[in-house]
Each structure stands twice: as C-alpha cells, then as structure tokens.
C-alpha cells in the first residue's frame, strides 16, 4: 500500500513504513510534540493543558515561534512543545521544515519527541486527516484527537471513533478544547497508560490528491456525516461582506479600536504614572541625595517606567486582536481590506499588522507572522515604522501645542490642531503606502502569490485563551523593558551624568550626551535644530518620548525652568520652519531601538534593520530639510 | 466539479492541501465588497481566493452558479 518509497518531493525515505508503532519509553513519555493543521485549535489545547507554565521563543536559527510547556502527569513532568500549523510534512516551507526537524529529533536544542498529539479539527475531518497519514507513518506512539467535537455534535455531524482508531492503528479521542471537555483521556495518554501499539498500515503518501483518496476511503469506513454548514457564520457573513455595511462596520471597528487605545488606556496610564511618580519621591525621600539616587530614580525608574506606561495601550490592543481573531472576523476584515492592499502590492494579511502599528511598531512586527509569503512579510515589517505609534504622539502633541494656536476649522467637530495631527498621521500613512510600492517593485518584487485564506467559521472568543493572551503579551512587553530598556535608559543617563568633573556630575552642555549633540550640531543646522534638539533626538533612540525628558532635563538646568514650561522654551528655542522639521523628521525616522532589534529578531539578521534604520533616517533628513526651507521661505514671504 | 489546477506546481500544492483536488465540488460563495477576492466552498470548509487565482482552475460544470461564479 505504500506508494512512496522513493518520491523525490519528500527527500527523505520513511522507516518505519507499514510497521507497528513503538511503544512508550519505560516511565511514560517525557517530551510530546502537538503537531495539527492550521485552525485545528491546537494551540487552544497547548493552553488548556499548560496553563501559565509555557514560554514562548523562536526556534534557533529560525523565525518560527517555539512555544513549550509543562504539565504535571501523575506526579512527573511532561514536556510539551506546540509546532506550528502545517498540512504535511514535506520540507517546503519554513514551518514545514521546523515541524519535520523537530519530529525527527533533528532541530538543534529541542529534545527527541517520544509521543505525538495529532489534532484535527472534527468538523473538518476529511481534510484534515491528509495530515494524519504522514506523520501515523513516524511510527512513534500518536494519539488522535478529534478536537471542536461540541460543534461536530451540535451541527449534526458523528464520526465513529472506534471504527476510526481501527483503521488509523492509533487511539482516537473526541475532545473540546474550548470548553476543557474529554481532556481526562488526553492525561492517560500522557501518563503513558494508553496502549498505544496498536497495528494497522498506513501509507505515507506525499502527493495531496492521493492522500485525499485516502482519507476518502477512511471517511466511508468510519461513518463520518460532515455537520451541517454553520447557518448563522453564513447570515454574519451576508452582513459583513455586504457591500455596503461590511466596510462601513470595518470602519467602525477600526475607529472602536483607535477610540479604547487612546481614551479608555488614558485613565490606566495616568494610574501607572501617579505610581511611577509616587515611587520617585518615595526614593527620593529615603535615599539621601547621591549619584546612585538620581541613577535610580532618573534612570532605572524614569526610563523604565516611561516605557511601562504603554503597557495599558499594549495591551487593550492585543485584548481587540484576539477578540477579532478568535471570533473569526479578522478574516473577514482581511477579505475586506485585500483590494486596497493589492494597490500596493501587499495582500490582506499585512491589513493587521500594519493597523495595531499605531499602537506600537513592535507587536507589529510580531503579527506579520501570519504573513506566509516572506517578500511580503519583510514589506510588511519595513512600512509598519512609519504608522504613526503611540509614542510620536506625545511628540506631536507638545510641538503642536506649542507652535500652533486653537482655532476652529470647521465649527467645533476639527480645530488647526487636530487637523495637524490628523495630517500628521496620514503623512506617515502615505509614507508607509509610498515604500510598500518601492519595495514591491523592486528589491522585494516577488512572484504574485495569490491571496489564499481561509474562513474560519465564526465562534465566541473565551476569556480563558484571551486571558493568556494577554498575559503572554504582556510578559513579553515587560521583559522588554526590563532588559533592553534598561540597558538603554541606565546607558543613557551615564551619559548624561558623565565625565565627572572633581567627583560633581556635569552640567548637560559638558556631558557626553551634550558634546555628542554639539557634534552633530552643524550636520542639523540646516534642519533648524540646535544643540539641544540633537542631544534630544540622540536619546529619543531609546523610545521617541523620551525626547521630552531630555529637554525637560536640559531646559531645567539652564535655568529657564519647568515653570515656565516647555512649550514657552520650545518657543524661544525653535523657529517655525524648525518646529515643522521636527515634525517631519519624527514621523519619518526609525528612532526606536526596541523596534530595531525586533526586526533584527524576525528577519534573522542585521541586513534589513540596518536598510530600514538608514532609508528612513536618510527620509527624514530630507524631509526635515525640505520643510524647514519651505516653510521659512513661506513665513519670510508673507 | 474542479477538473484541473492550471497553477504553478507549489501555489497547486497548498491549494490542493486546502481541499482544491481535481473532482471535488467547488461552490461560490460571498465575496467582498467590490466582487473580489471571493469565497468558496470546497471539501467542507470555506476558502478565499483572488479571481485572478480562480480563473485558473478549470471546472466541469455541475451547477449554473458555479459557472456563474468561475
């Protein structure tokens, strides 16, 4: 029955073909591998049986996300490793090859599987059992489990489950991971009391077609009536797919999500500020005035805090993606948004990234995973800079307030200053859309792959895999400022604190951070910049805001005071055409470490950060110095 | 009913390992404002798809709204 001995489309020969399969290790197997079919609710499963005690990481050497976990089994600790979604396991794809590696015990640093969970998605059975020929062939100990059974039953579908296992040679389950139903089995097997040797022969077949026949011929022997087309996934599609209604509604969810980011984060984050402050004076009361003291309160609490203050925007974000993730209407907005991506050359899938972007560029970047062709992908990552993220607002907001008066433009829904930073934003939108089109047509063209996506039915998110979603995202967020944002801020208030003069920190204009803005004053001269605007946006690397507590800083110390307030000092300081050059350049340039290194990360290399960092430092100065002409010729006219 | 892929060979694979196999049963379903990319139903679940990709599979008709559709 094994039509594939030598097919070259696999590259490698199956050994434990039409053989009994293995039976545990002696103790219960130690390292079990979750393999399933994208959709399939293998990670929900991943979460249900882990919990809070996972983490997540790439895989070495490679982008695909490694996510492992522990459960305790009867006492002893299993390790279970989530792989990403595939349909097979021949090695053409990223994920495919990471699958395929780590099933084999080839992927360098991850432990030899001894047990396999299959999931399959039960509605779904004849597709996706294509997967269970290939990797039943592994000949390791399997289990089946046929997840979304709840659905299965409720639409009127039945699978006959012992018929099933017969014909697979591999015990079968019906489970829900959803809603935690028929997981006492998947426990049994892991505590390695299942039997599991069961004999049966399966073809390892590579060609889909003819795994597809056979998976046809299974589903005949084992009774399986499909359920019925969910009805109300269809009325939800007529209303959101309609011509009109569904891009008025995906309007209406985008301006939902700006609307909670910006006014419903803005109570939390003030909280998580008063605390900030708070903890400050605390300090600054008990310790007694020493280098050490401003060290940690300027530096490590400042900078640190001046970061976790976004936790609140971060975090609502990935509460509205999971929300639209789970429940299946991201697909659909997707759908949606795939002809205006397609101008570009982009296709729907970068429609997300590129939207939470204003958030932050950083869970941008990470959601253009979804993106499966990698031209696309790294397009994708390049543009999301330029989406104007939250930390250019408070930027946008004080040079605005500062240079611009209120007065209505039209009656009181847009005044001057709204209507600055409404053009703000779309100029980085335009910039974002203008470099999509550059690199498509040339140095990331790539073949049209076409659009192929998949349409989830449509299903209630649960607070339990939102919560760890959440919760994972926000480790993550955290961990980042704990380390990198650290390293950075303490860095940058050494800096600023040094050299020592006769045991006494400098005054900011002798520090290194002083003599560095002094010495590429005369390269920002022509932008309209000064000194200090340079030492501003030398330490606006470590985040664009803090650009603000730089000259916070600097103001304050030549006397000109906080009093005053920085707006008056801003004033004084900065001619018009400068004020827009400032502008122009934050909205263009890539002044943000954290987002370096998370390119870095996900493309694998220093190649595309360092590409992006100098082609939209090279934008922005450009851009500055354009708009500083432009607009002192304009006022000297006028 | 699909009778050929007139595809490159790998977009042919991932659209065959998405239920797209020669002699399944293809229909249209909704698609998005402006008429594409569209929604089908095929091997139980639904698919999206660009017409420019759709025009390449070659059907035997079953239906009049398939031949509508493709």
């Not at chain 1, 999509?436 to 989830?456: H, Y």
């Amino acid at each position: 029955m094994s039509d594939c001995h030598s097919c070259s489309a696999c590259g490698y020969s199956f050994a434990a073909m039409g053989q009994a399969r293995k039976p545990f290790p002696p103790g219960g197997p130690k390292v079990v591998v979750l393999v399933g079919p994208p959709n399939s609710g293998k990670s929900t499963l991943f979460n249900r049986l882990t919990g809070l005690r996972q983490k997540v990481a790439n895989f070495p050497g490679v982008t695909v996300e490694e996510r492992m976990g522990k459960v305790s089994v009867d006492g002893r600790e299993v390790l279970l490793i989530d792989l990403p979604g595939i349909y097979g396991l021949e090695p053409r794809s990223e994920d495919e090859r990471v699958a395929r590696d780590v099933l084999f015990g080839q992927m360098r640093g991850v432990a030899r599987p001894d047990a396999i969970l299959l999931v399959l998605d039960a509605t779904n059975l004849p597709r996706h059992l294509i997967l269970a020929a290939p990797v039943l062939a592994l000949g390791l100990p399997t289990m089946v489990l046929l997840n979304m059974a709840d659905e299965l039953t409720s639409r009127g579908g039945k699978v006959d489950v012992e018929a099933l296992a017969d014909q697979l040679g591999a015990p079968v389950a019906l489970i829900s991971a959803v809603k935690g139903q028929g997981l006492e089995t998947v426990f049994e097997f892991l505590a390695g009391a299942m039997k599991v040797s069961l004999l049966a022969e399966v073809p390892h077949l590579c060609d889909a077609q003819r795994r597809y026949q056979w998976a046809g011929q299974i589903r005949e022997k084992v009774s399986y009536h499909p359920p019925a087309p969910p009805l109300w996934s269809r009325r939800l599609d007529a209303l959101f797919l309609h011509p009109i209604f569904g891009p008025l509604i995906l309007c209406a969810v985008i301006i939902t999500v700006f609307q909670a980011m910006f006014s419903w984060a803005q109570p939390l984050m003030q909280g998580i500020q008063a605390l900030i402050g708070l903890c400050g004076r605390l300090l600054e009361y008990w310790l007694p005035d020493s280098a050490w003291r401003s060290l940690l309160v300027d530096g490590v609490l400042g900078g640190t805090g001046s970061v976790i203050v976004f936790l609140p925007q971060v975090l609502l974000l990935f509460l509205f993606i999971g929300v639209l993730e789970d429940s299946g209407y991201l697909a659909r907005a997707s759908l949606i948004a795939d002809r205006t991506m397609a101008m570009v050359g982009l296709q729907g899938k970068s429609f997300i990234p590129l939207l939470s972007a204003y958030a932050c560029a950083v869970p941008a970047i990470l959601a253009a995973r979804t993106i499966e062709n990698k031209r696309d992908r790294i397009a994708t990552i390049l543009i999301a800079p330029f989406m104007t993220c939250s930390a250019r607002l408070p930027v946008y907001t004080l040079i605005i307030a500062a240079f611009l008066p209120e007065r209505s433009l039209i009656g009181p829904l847009l005044g001057t200053r709204a209507a600055a930073l409404l053009g703000l934003y779309v100029l980085g939108f335009t910039a974002a859309l203008g470099t999509a089109r550059l690199l498509k047509s040339s140095i990331l063209r790539s073949e049209q792959t076409p659009f192929v996506m998949e349409m989830p039915p449509y299903r209630w998110p649960t607070l339990h895999s939102l919560g760890l979603r959440m919760i994972d995202r926000s480790k993550i967020f955290l961990r980042r400022a704990g380390t990198v944002i650290l390293t950075v801020t303490v860095l940058l208030w050494a800096m600023s604190h040094l050299p020592l003069r006769n045991g006494v920190a400098p005054r900011i204009e002798d520090s290194l951070t002083g003599t560095l803005g002094r010495t590429i004053e005369p390269v920002i001269k022509p932008l309209g910049f000064n000194w200090k605007i340079g030492a501003g946006l030398i330490t606006a690397l470590a985040g664009r805001e803090v650009i603000i507590g730089t000259l916070a800083t600097i103001y304050g110390i030549e006397g000109e005071g906080r009093s005053g307030g920085l707006e008056a000092a801003l004033r004084r300081d900065l001619t018009p055409g400068g004020a827009v050059a400032l502008l122009v350049f934050f909205a263009f340039a890539m002044q943000c470490m954290p987002t370096l290194l998370v390119v870095w990360r996900e493309t694998g290399g220093w190649k595309w950060p360092l590409l992006q960092f100098a082609y939209m430092g090279v934008l922005a100065y450009t851009g500055a110095l354009a708009a500083n002409f432009i607009v002192t010729a304009f006022l000297s006219h006028s | 009913m699909l009778e050929r892929l007139e595809v490159p060979d790998d977009v042919a694979r991932r659209l065959m390992e998405l239920g797209f196999v020669p002699g399944s049963r293809i229909t249209a379903m909704f698609s998005a404002p402006g008429g594409d990319p569209c929604i089908y139903r095929v091997n139980g679940c639904e698919i999206a798809l660009r017409l420019e990709t759709a025009r390449k599979l070659l059907l035997r008709t079953t239906s009049p709204k398939a031949r509508q559709a493709l």
